[in-house]
């Protein structure tokens, strides 16, 4: 093992494109929709401890018939389904790991990308979820607290629509940099005592599963959203068989390694059992999780949370 | 010296930066890409468990590199024209002598007399020219003084013969034109007038010496500041001496010889404490038997033999027995400075006019008796002017035959660079396509 000067991180930076807000905007309708379909049937990701009452819609052909409210039915003859909001998630918080290790990502090698494409590191992936939830959040009523893992340090806490931007200008504002990761956030969960949602967004490489757990509290509901890049999830293969030397984002080290078919199974067998334990431990505990390329866009990873 | 390497185009130099930017740039394509990850602690724990072949990350530069890069380094070598000189053979320098009385003179700074204890121009002069030798010529090199009145010597450098310092008191500075070869070095007083293509000079210098500057009979005529002054009966005690191997020594030649020392006020025999100024040395010859001589109109019948050649160069033939087309035969006669030998037992009275007869034997003595000590000539006296100094041209080398050495030069490389490198490359070539197969 080998130290040099800290890593020249590709991705360090969160940037909005100009058409972030146009497709979050977009992600909200669509969700909204899916929410007010599933919203009857007990089985939203957001389920509080009760539900307020907005009024009825026409119920739309295909739909799940348990969605109908039946005295309506019966006084007036048409199917109608019952539209509610959730009480009980007025207060979100969003954590994000912010340390260094979320600025990896983009292109593998340190080619330059081409000019027209943006890299994509694990933070922007990161920002860019964290500012859907709490677009969504406010959409739904509930005021959206940001924890950065470093960064900026006051607190930023977001209840209208408009605070969004400020939240975007936050993480504009932040660089993926030092070893603060998630451990911290798991070191001091009373941050967010009163959460009834709560967010970990980051690539979890600093805790084990079972850290999350520390999160769990009577009524909240817990989200991990695991974001590594595709080299990280998966080995990196065609480099032949020169090796490649690794760099840790977060330290001085590195490690040259080669890169045969074997390594590169030996690899893929320690994140996939890690990621496994990742999600063996969210499902025996009702945690939503999940792991996403940080190439995918966000709008992927929004809607698979809140299906 | 010896193996020192010259390069005829060494702007070539600048191309060697070539292989050594081919070596490094293959280097870094040859390096393992790099990459930031989170992961490296998985990384660590696949390297330290998988197959030793996944430590092995960075092949080094391939072998047909170093070989296309030694070939390369080795043509630009070539380019450059290396010469290897070898060891520089041994030179020959000399040293010529200047063998006028003024060099046996007192190096004065400022005109006076001498008052015994100062260095001679001579000294001063051979002081600079062993300098210059001790810079210049090597243990191998070799010196070939030329002091007049003797046979050259050959000397390693760094030896000063002991003859250098003998007095030549009838000698005069030589044509040094005659001498005018590279490596050679004129030790004198008076720089050199004309002048020099390759000879260089180590001139002493030095201010004027007065003192006596002739004796004419019983006068001796000194040279002091404001002039000079006639002292009459102030000739020192001079003599000339007859000695013979025989009795009794031909009486005209007796006669003449105490005519002419009379006529100089020298004695004749010597007496006392007088300095011998002249020697008649009458010798048997070889052969002998009666011949008729004769030179500057005199003519006489002489018994005798051939005269051996006597040591020293400057002896001359005076007299000789001639044939009949005017060829000489042999000496009966010869003379050095100082020194008159002669092979004559017995000479009959000469015919022709006696006033030649006497003039031409008075001609040799005047030629050959030496000066009293300490009467040096005015123009010797005189100032020689501020000391000076002239490199000669590089000597040359002895001749193949003359140095036991190897012989001398320079061996071009370029051929053997090219070659070289030449299989290098092909070598290169070859190992490159065994591996790609």
Not at chain 1, 292 to 301: H, L, M, R
Not at chain 2, 182 to 201: H, I, M, N, Q, Y
Request: glycine residues 10%; neutral net charge; proline residues 6%.
């Amino acid at each position: 093992m080998n130290t040099r000067a800290s890593a020249r991180l590709p991705a360090p930076r969160v940037r909005f494109g100009q058409d972030f807000l146009p497709r979050l905007g977009q992600l909200r309708r669509v969700l909204q929709g899916v929410r007010e379909r599933r919203e009857g049937d007990g089985r939203a990701q957001l389920s509080g401890v009760g539900a307020e009452f907005r009024g009825f819609r026409p119920y739309r052909p295909g739909e799940d018939l348990r969605m109908l409210d039946w005295c309506v039915l019966a006084r007036t003859g048409r199917p109608f389904v019952r539209v509610s909001r959730r009480e009980a998630s007025e207060d979100w918080a969003v954590l994000v790991d912010t340390s260094a290790s979320m600025g990896v990502g983009g292109p593998l090698l340190e080619a330059r990308p081409a000019a027209d494409r943006e890299v994509r590191g694990k933070l922007q992936l990161a920002a860019e979820v964290a500012t859907g939830v709490c677009a969504l959040g406010v959409g739904e009523g509930a005021a959206v607290e940001l924890v950065l893992s470093s960064g900026p340090t006051e607190r930023l806490c977001v209840r209208r629509a408009h605070g969004v931007k400020d939240w975007m200008r936050r993480f504009e504002a932040t660089e993926a940099a030092g070893d603060v990761g998630l451990a911290r956030a798991v070191a001091e969960p009373a941050r967010v005592r009163k959460a009834g949602a709560v967010f970990l967004i980051g690539d979890f490489l600093d805790i084990e599963a079972l850290d999350v757990l520390g999160f769990q509290r009577r009524g909240r509901q817990l989200f991990c959203v695991q974001v590594l890049a595709p080299f990280e999830i998966l080995s990196p293969q065609g480099l032949g068989d020169g090796g490649i030397e690794w760099i840790d984002a977060e330290g001085s080290q590195h490690r040259k390694v080669g890169l045969d078919s074997k390594t590169g199974e030996a690899y893929d067998r320690l994140i996939s059992a890690r990621l496994e334990t990742m999600r063996a431990v969210c499902a025996r505990h009702g945690i939503a999780y999940g792991v996403w390329s940080s190439e995918v866009a966000f709008e992927d990873v929004i809607g698979e949370l809140f299906r | 010296m010896s193996g020192a390497i010259e390069w005829a185009r060494p702007l070539w130099g600048w191309s060697l930066i070539l292989p050594l930017v081919l070596l490094v740039w293959l280097r870094l394509s040859h390096r393992p890409p790099s990459a930031v990850t989170g992961t490296l602690k998985l990384w660590k724990q696949v390297a330290e468990q998988s197959s030793p072949s996944a430590r092995v990350v960075q092949r080094g530069t391939p072998p047909w590199v170093w070989f296309c890069a030694a070939a390369l380094l080795f043509g630009i070598l070539g380019l450059m024209g290396p010469r290897l000189h070898r060891e520089t053979p041994p030179r020959r320098f000399a040293v010529v002598v200047d063998p006028s009385p003024s060099m046996d003179l007192a190096y004065l700074e400022q005109a006076g007399y001498a008052s015994g204890g100062e260095p001679t121009r001579r000294d001063r002069a051979l002081e600079r020219a062993s300098a210059w030798l001790e810079a210049n010529a090597s243990d191998r090199d070799r010196v070939r003084w030329v002091l007049f009145g003797e046979d050259p010597v050959e000397l390693s450098a760094g030896i000063v013969p002991e003859s250098v310092q003998r007095s030549r008191r009838l000698a005069r500075t030589p044509n040094w034109t005659l001498f005018d070869q590279p490596g050679t070095l004129f030790v004198t007083d008076r720089k050199p007038t004309g002048a020099l293509e390759s000879a260089g000079f180590a001139a002493s210098g030095g201010e004027a010496v007065f003192g006596t500057i002739a004796v004419e009979g019983r006068e001796r005529i000194d040279w002091y500041a404001e002039g000079w002054r006639t002292i009459p009966d102030g000739a020192p005690a001079r003599a000339v001496v007859l000695e013979s191997s025989f009795d009794p020594v031909p009486e005209v030649l007796e006669r003449i010889v105490a005519v002419w020392a009379d006529a100089r006020g020298i004695a004749h025999p010597g007496q006392g404490d007088a300095e011998v100024v002249l020697r008649l040395r009458f010798e048997s010859g070889r052969g002998g038997g009666e011949f008729d001589v004769q030179r500057d109109g005199w003519r006489a019948r002489v018994r005798g033999g051939a005269l051996e050649p006597g040591a020293g160069a400057e002896e001359m033939n005076w007299l000789a027995v001639r044939d009949a087309d005017g060829a000489a035969l042999f000496s009966l006669v010869r003379a050095a400075p100082g020194v008159i030998r002669l092979a004559i037992e017995s000479m009959e009275e000469p015919t022709g006019d006696p006033a030649h007869f006497a003039l031409s034997w008075g001609r040799l003595f005047d030629r050959w008796c030496l000066p009293p000590a300490g009467v040096v000539a005015l123009q010797e006296r005189e100032a020689a002017g501020p000391a000076s100094f002239q490199e000669p041209a590089p000597a040359l080398p002895l001749e193949p035959d003359e140095s036991s050495g190897r012989p001398a030069g320079a061996e071009d490389l370029d051929a053997w660079l090219a070659g070289f490198a030449a299989i290098l490359a092909l070598f290169a070539l070859s190992l490159r396509r065994s591996l790609a197969r």
